[in-house]
């Protein structure tokens, strides 16, 4: 079953084309909150470059968030639209799931959700299995302890910013640089499908999480 894979959650976003869960090619977009400019055409060079097109494909998979709230508008929007017009199944799945740790042990995933706050996802890795423990959270700084007591390792593409914003609070965790894995995510997107978790009707319920900015002044007036 020939996959499309999409996530635009954060800036460090990507497409690719997997096989059965198997990965076979992927392509990161510029680094930046751009993917409304570079998604729709580097989609349609990756087809190219496999001699394929839309007609071929036989499952969407998209990242639903948590992360920019742009972000997940412009990946979920391409995503249902193709599911839509092209009659596939659609599979949506949280894209802190891209981020696991080269180590085996307690980690969390996480995104800076700017405003005081942290995206987290906790799991465990075995060196072969990923297991999540819960669904994302979004998780204030002063919290972050007490959240985060049993978690040996954060995985991050904010390494630096949420270094600094964490670690007066969770001195002795662990860190990682690390960035989207293509081959775990269309992994989880064919064992989504596989266990019937899809939408026939290009449906994706986003993982916002949070109000924005714009919505929380609008609440004090």
Aim: with cysteine; charged share 25%.
């Amino acid at each position: 079953m020939l996959q499309l894979i999409i996530d635009t959650a954060t800036e460090v976003a990507f497409i690719g084309l997997a096989c059965d869960g198997k990965l076979m090619d992927l392509h990161r977009l510029p680094t930046g909150l751009q993917n409304s400019k570079h998604l729709f055409p580097s989609l349609l060079d990756l087809l190219n470059r496999h001699s394929l097109s839309p007609k071929d494909l036989e499952l969407i998979g998209c990242g639903v968030g948590p992360g920019s709230y742009t972000g997940i508008r412009v990946g979920s929007a391409i995503a249902q639209s193709m599911a839509y017009a092209l009659r596939l199944p659609l599979v949506g799945i949280c894209s802190l799931m891209s981020f696991t740790p080269k180590a085996t042990g307690s980690f969390a995933a996480a995104l800076d959700a700017r405003y005081g706050g942290v995206y987290l996802l906790k799991g465990k890795f075995d060196g072969e299995i990923v297991k999540f423990d819960e669904d994302p959270q979004v998780v204030a700084f002063d919290q972050i302890a007490e959240t985060l007591k049993d978690t040996e390792i954060i995985v991050t593409p904010h390494l630096k910013d949420l270094q600094e914003k964490i670690s007066p609070y969770a001195p002795s965790i662990k860190w990682e640089e690390g960035i989207p894995s293509g081959e775990f995510f269309a992994q989880k997107i064919h064992e989504y499908y596989e266990n019937n978790q899809f939408s026939t009707k290009a449906e994706l319920k986003l993982l916002y999480l949070r109000k924005t900015q714009v919505e929380i002044e609008r609440s004090r007036i």
